[in-house]
């Protein structure tokens, strides 16, 4: 796979939270998440990304359609892979770190160098991370239903270590352990047996472009 270059979009910052998402589809990089990795999980929902980066910050807007939208975890660090779930994995020298996200918004993080040795990202923290989903618990659809939703969210730099031109090692995915049909799918191809989202040796390039 050839490498990723998110853009630097000047003033991102400063855009009001209704139009983010509209400055990011047609302005910034746009990925597929749809690699299918197990045959015996073949439900794919149709899930694009649209990134770009500021000074301060990495911005991530996630579109997802025809997913089965479960959604049970409500405070961060709670088990959000379970729920109908995006995530970004960023790597950088032995370690890397895992954004968790579910449609609510609701966010797991944590920081190690496999996925059996992980420090948690504290709560101040994960309270620095924008997040602007579509969904609220109000609004959330019937789980049998095919339904559509977006979440975009900001990630300090400071908090994954990046500058303008880093360039890291990552993986995006759109999964759901526990909804009504469980799949895992990535946006770099993984060759394991069965699924696991916690291999750095899949990732692939990504820039911060100046």
């Not at 694009?48 to 807007?61: E, I, M, P, R, S």
């Not at 975009?152 to 994954?160: D, G, K, Q, R, S």
């Amino acid at each position: 796979m050839s490498g990723l270059k998110i853009p630097y979009l000047k003033e991102m910052f400063h855009e009001k939270p209704v139009n983010i998402g509209t400055r990011l589809i047609t302005s910034g990089a746009m990925i597929n998440i749809d690699k299918i990795n197990w045959k015996e999980y073949p439900h794919r929902p149709d899930v694009k990304v649209y990134l770009g980066y500021c000074d301060q910050k990495l911005w991530l807007n996630y579109l997802v359609a025809n997913d089965l939208v479960r959604a049970v975890c409500r405070e961060d660090q709670e088990p959000v892979w379970q729920d109908s779930c995006v995530e970004f994995f960023v790597k950088q020298g032995d370690f890397y770190r895992n954004f968790e996200f579910n449609c609510l918004g609701v966010c797991l993080s944590a920081l190690g160098t496999d996925r059996n040795s992980r420090t948690r990202l504290e709560e101040a923290s994960l309270a620095q991370i924008l997040r602007f989903p579509s969904l609220n618990v109000e609004s959330l659809p019937n789980e049998s239903v095919l339904s559509n939703w977006s979440l975009t969210v900001a990630i300090p730099l400071e908090l994954i270590g990046l500058n303008p031109g880093s360039q890291f090692m990552a993986n995006f995915y759109k999964c759901g352990d526990k909804t009504i049909e469980p799949h895992y799918v990535s946006w770099s191809a993984i060759a394991t047996p069965a699924p696991d989202f916690h291999q750095p040796a899949f990732f692939a390039q990504v820039e911060l472009a100046k």
